[in-house]
């Protein structure tokens, strides 16, 4: 793949940009249709479709955003019934691939596992399981909870000492990075033969994210670079041989779709998020103030909705599990 070059001011981008897509190669790249709508350009690929900022933030840039997500994650911890839903979601994506991997083989590994909601899961089904996280106070407190180990580093250099493993899985992981290629590369080097993979993802083909366009929630540059749909997630695991088992729309990590839709017509009143030096300020304030745990209780008890409640089922889905096995 061609090196993408050095990352320049946003906004100084000429409209006729010839960018190859860092999916699938793909050129010219257009801009996307939220590219006048953020101060961040953001490229579409015309094949592939995926979505991505260009010009990337520069790796300073990246470090003092993930120090300051970091910072705003621990404000925010976790509701109860937030908890429940999230382990009843794993719950119904295990049962999905109940067949995979094979009885006896069953070492599990999630890349930005976070709190590890996923990893209770795949330990309730008694399969061996390790993660990775970035944040060290994060992984201590998953480690010590669940009684596991959890490396601590940004997945795909954490990665790269480890062994193989028969199911990996990566949550919202690849959108925020400047080359979910070389993550997901590093992913499929290290899946057993007839393993799995699971990714999750914001879905940018969804109803929600079309019809919001850059006032769609997960549409927050540069937090997430890449904005990937079914076809482009598809290729970039192609593009490292994986081969696709079976794709699933779901809510997920995402707000029942009456509330993705009142944010996005919040967004589209306000201007979406994204100043340079302090992207998703509103965010911040938030996670500091003392409306943060009423604001909290609201989301939650409105997201606990069950997700069938909201007919038909593929409005409500903003989010994409793609599974993936070593072609
Ligand atoms: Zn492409």
Known sequence: M?????????????????????????????????YLASEWATLRCPECTVEFVWPLPREEELSALYDWRIYASRQYLTFPGTDRRRARMWDEILDSVTDHPAPERRSVLEVGCGYGYFMEAALRRGWHVEGIELDPATARRAGERLGVVVHVGDGR?????????????????????????????????????????????????????????????????????????????????????????????????????????AVALGRSAIGPPGVRDRPQTWTAEVARSPIKSVLGRITEAIDLVPERAVPPARWNASELVVVLTPA
Do not use: M
């Open 2 to 34: 061609q090196d993408l070059g050095p990352a320049t001011a946003a906004g100084a981008l000429p409209l006729s940009v010839g960018v190859p897509c860092p999916v699938c190669g793909a050129k010219p790249v257009g801009p996307s249709r939220q």
């Open 157 to 261: 250099t954490a990665l790269q000492p480890l062994g193989r493993f028969d199911l990996i899985t990566a949550s919202h992981w690849l959108e925020h990075l400047p080359d979910p290629r070389s993550a997901i590369a590093e992913v499929a080097r290290h899946v057993n033969p007839g393993g799995l993979v699971i990714v999750r993802v914001p879905d940018s083909g969804s109803p929600v994210a079309r019809s919001a366009g850059a006032n769609w929630t997960w549409f927050c540059p540069p937090v997430h670079l890449f904005y990937f749909a079914e076809r482009s997630l598809g290729a970039l695991a192609s593009s490292v041989g994986l081969r696709v088992v079976s794709v699933r729309h779901h809510r997920g990590d995402a707000h029942l779709w009456p509330l993705e839709c």
